[in-house]
């Protein structure tokens, strides 16, 4: 059985004052979550929410990072600061970074192995656009970019890394893929990962993004294959987010 994960992508929001009260009232509503909770808050930020969050149990990651150990890269952040930092997860692969940033399948494959080495758990975004469902290729474009991590791992899906299924289409839209349509790509990216050790790939968390709320959590999660949401928009109020957590059995 797969403890379901409940993460906050904050994305480029927030401030110093916002987010304390935000997370004041996320550690306040924390006894009711019965999933494992996590916020993924803007590099400035994590220092802060360390302090605030110390001695709860909410697990904090970082929104992306660099596919370079250290050295000559201006503006960017490694692995190892993250991990030095007490980052657990980093999300790697949004589509955000891949389609306003240029990232590519093979620099997201580079940033997963990256995350790997430093000891953080990458958590591999993908999922497809509207035109892309709609030409009917949604499954060839999972296959693409989940391959893509895998064959840089050597075929086997590291344990614990965990991945986020966003449908382009539903993230920050309003719009979210019915529970059925989120379990059918769940189910093909969990098949995808089959190296083997068939135990081992049942036990990897496949996280749902897109527009979940309180109203559709519940729904999504129980779906045999959803372990979980990774939210945007709703993760920035602590009602919805605690709202989701306590939908996430
Ligand atoms: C996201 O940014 O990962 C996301 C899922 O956003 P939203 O919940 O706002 O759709």
């Known amino acids: 059985m797969r403890k379901k994960l409940v993460a906050g992508n904050w994305k480029m929001n927030g401030s110093l004052a916002k987010n304390q009260v935000l997370l004041d009232s996320v550690k306040q509503g924390l006894a009711s979550a019965p999933c494992d909770v996590a916020v993924f808050p803007p590099f400035p930020y994590l220092l802060p929410a360390f302090e605030s969050l110390r001695g709860t149990r909410v697990a904090i990651g970082a929104q992306t990072l660099s596919e370079y150990p250290e050295g000559a890269y201006t503006g960017e952040v490694s692995a190892g600061m993250l991990k030095e930092l007490g980052c657990v997860y980093v999300l790697v692969g949004h589509s955000e970074r891949r389609s306003l940033f240029g990232e590519s399948d093979s620099t997201v494959a580079a940033k997963f192995v990256a995350a790997l080495s430093a000891g953080l758990l990458p958590v591999l975004c993908f999922g497809e656009t509207l035109a892309e469902r709609n030409a009917g290729v949604a499954l060839d474009v999972v296959k693409r970019q989940v391959l893509a991590v895998l064959e840089r791992c050597g075929g086997v899906w590291p344990e614990q890394a965990l991945l986020a299924y966003e449908p382009v289409w539903a993230i920050g839209t309003g719009l979210t893929a019915t529970p059925l349509q989120a379990q059918e790509v769940h189910a093909f990216a969990r098949s995808l990962l089959v ?40 993760s920035l109020q602590a009602e919805d987010f605690l709202g989701i957590c306590r939908a996430a059995v």
């Open 195 to 234: 190296s083997g050790v068939a135990e081992r790939d049942a036990g990897v968390r496949i996280l749902y993004g897109g527009s979940v709320k309180p109203q559709n959590a519940a729904e999504l999660f129980a779906q045999p294959d959803i372990d979980g949401g990774l939210i945007g928009g709703a």
